[in-house]
């Protein structure tokens, strides 16, 4: 599995002899200030309120809605559909090892990109035109937790193309061949995945 790879320059707390686990928790850190900076609220994140509608939405029908838009399928090239970014968040998600509050920030910021989308489009995201969604991410990005929440499904996306497919994205190398990359190996299966080896 793939793990965050941002540039260790941009987190002046992780040394180049930081561990993978250090360098995790500075991202969380980063993501734990922008949360606070838009006022501990996702509700300011998106500039809304929160609303029954908000809490009544599938928030994995609007993640994968935003998936779609964020990497659509081109002829020649997969989409998000196609290297099943969808499936390899939701791995992702149920992960133990992945912090309560990064789950939280993923779902919660579905719903409130909903609730955001009805009041601004009367129409949950899912059912937006493609206009409709682009003007709307491009209003979240605005704030610095909102960057940050599309930032973060854009790493994942990336990860769902390059990962091994026993963790849910990338089937049968989709994204490997169209990259023209060869992968290591051995390869993990299911049931020699990381979160399923003994400590």
Not at 52 to 74: G, I, Q
Not at 101 to 111: K, P
Not at 166 to 176: L, Q, R, V
Request: proline residues 9%; negative net charge.
């Amino acid at each position: 599995m793939i793990r965050r790879s941002r540039p260790a320059k941009s987190y002046s707390t992780v040394s180049r002899s930081a561990t993978m686990e250090d360098f995790r928790a500075a991202l969380i850190t980063r993501r734990r200030f922008l949360i606070a900076a838009a006022g501990g609220s996702l509700a300011l994140l998106f500039g809304t309120s929160p609303s029954a509608r908000a809490a009544s939405n599938d928030p994995w029908k609007t993640l994968a809605a935003v998936l779609d838009h964020l990497l659509p399928t081109e002829p020649g090239a997969p989409g998000a559909r196609e290297i099943q970014a969808l499936d390899y968040l939701r791995f992702v998600v149920s992960d133990p090892w992945i912090d309560q509050e990064e789950r939280d920030f993923i779902l919660q910021g579905a719903q409130w990109l909903d609730d955001l989308a009805g009041k601004r489009f009367d129409n949950p995201f899912p059912s937006l035109d493609e206009k409709q969604k682009e003007t709307l991410l491009r209003q979240v990005a605005q704030s610095g937790a909102g960057e940050n929440w599309i930032s973060t499904l854009l790493t994942y996306l990336f990860e769902a193309l390059l990962t091994a497919p026993a963790y849910g994205g990338n089937p049968d190398g989709i994204g490997w061949r169209w990259l023209e990359y060869v992968p290591g190996f051995p390869l993990p299966e299911p049931g020699t995945r990381y979160p399923e080896l003994p400590l």
